[in-house]
T-cell receptor
Framework: AQSVTQLDSQVPVFEEAPVELRCNYSSSVSVYLFWYVQYPNQGLQLLLKYLSGSTLVKGINGFEAEFNKSQTSFHLRKPSVHISDTAEYFCAVSDMDSSYKLIFGSGTRLLVRP | DVKVTQSSRYLVKRTGEKVFLECVQDMDHENMFWYRQDPGLGLRLIYFSYDVKMKEKGDIPEGYSVSREKKERFSLILESASTNQTSMYLC??????????????FGEGSWLTVV
């Protein structure tokens, strides 16, 4: 069964510094990959997704992620973070043959300090 | 804009009570979902519905049931609430496979406390 690992439960970073949030998934079969963001007391909002094509995906709010099939990874990056990026970030994966079902990682809390 | 609306943001219920969580989406999506979110565990799928009156169990269906009588509405039912069901519940919807890259749209969540 598919699984998603987000190794870092919390990532503290100073404002304007770069950040990388790591995500690895278990299966090498064809997959769709997603990053969602959850601001305090809100639901989840899609940041970006990889379906096919270019392995570098750009999303909203200056975030991007790179799909690496050989390493089964989909790490999220931002070159310069803002205080407003403080939130919880979830990586998710679905198999192409059962793509209605998303498997989520446990989440990474990004804490941006002034 | 896709809108998924959960009727109650915060609920407090007693052990043994029957609890209904309601969700409505306004985008004519075929698929609807109920997830449970707990710290350190991410989101876990409780139930999924791909059409009116159709449902499938997710990863943690025990203690829950669902109802989908109309396309836009998906209800989660706790037949007899227990304290270990204290959690954040998220409803979501998506169009049928392939029509929008399989993006799932979430509501704002319902915080349920069972005392």
């Amino acid at each position: 069964a598919q699984s998603v690992t987000q190794l870092d439960s919390q990532v503290p970073v100073f404002e304007e510094a770069p950040v990388e949030l790591r995500c690895n998934y278990s299966s090498s079969v064809s997959v769709y990959l997603f990053w969602y963001v959850q601001y305090p007391n809100q639901g989840l909002q899609l940041l970006l997704k990889y379906l096919s094509g270019s392995t570098l995906v750009k999303g909203i709010n200056g975030f991007e992620a790179e799909f690496n099939k050989s390493q089964t990874s989909f790490h999220l990056r931002k070159p310069s973070v803002h205080i407003s990026d403080t939130a919880e970030y979830f990586c998710a994966v679905s198999d192409m043959d059962s793509s209605y079902k998303l498997i989520f990682g446990s989440g990474t809390r990004l804490l941006v300090r002034p | 804009d896709v809108k998924v609306t959960q009727s109650s943001r915060y609920l407090v219920k007693r052990t043994g009570e029957k609890v209904f969580l309601e969700c409505v989406q306004d985008m004519d999506h075929e698929n609807m979902f109920w997830y449970r979110q707990d710290p350190g565990l991410g989101l876990r799928l409780i139930y999924f519905s791909y059409d009116v009156k159709m449902k499938e169990k997710g990863d943690i269906p025990e203690g829950y049931s669902v109802s989908r009588e109309k396309k836009e509405r998906f209800s989660l039912i706790l037949e007899s609430a227990s304290t270990n069901q204290t959690s954040m519940y998220l409803c979501a919807s998506s169009p049928r496979l392939g029509s929008s890259g399989n993006t799932i749209y979430f509501g704002e969540g319902s915080w349920l406390t069972v005392v």
